[in-house]
């Protein structure tokens, strides 16, 4: 019973700290939108103009409120099923990007280093890349339904498994 109940409260700061990263990266990308719109721009995902400045304008309030959702426990899983939907294609898009700088660089992979728009600054690549897959992780293990406690509505439908 002991062990139901550490696993419980692990979850459930997994999923408090998963929700402040995210509002604090959110907000801390939110506070310097130009800076923010620089870095996406690098990646070269979009070329409209209009797309770039509405991805660099909405994205960091998105990661807030996701992170917010989690915090309050309200649609863990869909915020969960949210974040991993979100995550594996940016740590593609950073890893793609490592690898070009690798090349123009000619040095070792976990040697490179730029600023990824996480909104951490300059970051070691490997380091980054553990960062997210750890990300994921911990997202998959509350889509699976962990750190239901503590929670206003752990599902947005009745009777889903969740708290009303």
Same mark, same amino acid.
């Given at each position: 019973m002991w062990k139901r109940k550490a696993f419980e409260a692990a979850a459930v700061?997994?999923?408090?700290?998963?929700?402040?990263?995210?509002?604090?990266?959110?907000?801390?990308?939110?506070?310097h939108p130009e800076e923010f719109l620089k870095l996406?721009?690098?990646?070269?995902?979009?070329?409209s103009s209009f797309l770039l400045n509405s991805i660099a304008?909405?994205?960091?309030?998105?990661?807030?409120?996701?992170?917010? +959702?989690?915090?309050l426990g309200i649609a863990v899983r869909?915020? @969960? #099923?949210? !974040?991993? $939907?979100? +995550?594996?294609?940016?740590?593609?898009?950073?890893?793609?990007? @490592? #690898?070009? !700088?690798? $090349?123009?660089?000619?040095?070792?992979?976990?040697?490179?280093?730029?600023?990824c728009g996480c909104g951490a600054g300059e970051v070691f690549i490997c380091g980054k890349l553990a960062e997210n897959i750890i990300l994921i992780l911990v997202s998959c293990w509350l889509l699976s339904g962990a750190g239901r406690a503590f929670c206003a509505r752990h599902s947005l439908f009745p009777g889903k498994g969740g708290k009303g």
């Open positions: 700061m997994a999923r408090w700290a998963l929700g402040a990263f995210f509002v604090y990266m959110g907000l801390k990308k939110a506070m996406a721009r690098q990646y070269e995902m979009v070329h304008a909405g994205l960091p309030w998105f990661e807030a409120f996701c992170g917010m +959702l989690l915090l869909g915020t @969960a #099923l949210t !974040l991993v $939907a979100v +995550l594996v294609p940016f740590t593609w898009l950073v890893w793609r990007r @490592a #690898l070009v !700088l690798q $090349a123009l660089r000619a040095i070792p992979f976990c040697a490179v280093k730029f600023d």
